[in-house]
């Protein structure tokens, strides 16, 4: 049986989005800054309201996650524990899945250039913009989020380290 060019579009992003998320995986940490540009809140984000605005914290966990199928893949998104090792890895992750579904979004357009017929295109947006869009507005809407926590931890460690050098002087 042949696919039409829909059902080879469909198919073909399905095993790339697959494959993508173990490549996710692959990369080095050390190529993800959450203080350097992309992934850097800018200053139209209002440092994560303008999401609150798209009322992201009510859908936002309706929404499929892979790190619930493939457990061992990712580390533990709920902070049972916050610890700055912890937020640190979280504020990484979150650069990680934005450039995963960005990349997505670009190769999702290319890929729908190259396979024109009836209902490739209504797919290749329909990928791009509830498949892909969503989730990286999720990274974004919590990235300054998970910063604003960071600081406020150093800002009370530093408080706490400025009472115990008083108290020994």
């Not at 947006?125 to 974004?140: A, T, V």
Request: hydrophobic share 40%; glycine share 6%.
């Amino acid at each position: 049986m042949e696919l039409s060019p829909a059902g080879t579009y469909f198919w073909g992003m399905a095993l790339i989005s697959f494959l993508s998320t173990f490549l996710g995986r692959l990369l080095p940490y050390a190529w993800f800054d959450p203080e350097r540009f992309p992934y850097k809140p800018r200053p139209f984000e209002r440092d994560g309201k303008l999401y609150q605005r798209l009322k992201i914290q009510k859908w936002y966990k309706k929404l499929p996650d892979v790190s619930r199928v493939f457990r061992r893949l990712f580390p533990e998104k709920s902070l049972k524990t916050v610890t700055r090792e912890n937020l640190h890895i979280l504020l990484k992750e979150t650069c990680i899945a934005e450039f995963v579904h960005s990349m997505l979004c670009v190769i999702g357009f290319l890929y729908g250039r190259f396979h024109r017929g009836p209902g490739v295109k209504l797919l290749t947006w329909m990928y791009i913009l509830i498949g892909n869009l969503p989730f990286i507005l999720i990274q974004r809407y919590n990235r300054p989020r998970l910063m604003h926590l960071l600081k406020r931890m150093d800002r009370e460690e530093m408080s706490v380290n400025v009472e115990k050098s008083i108290s020994q002087a």
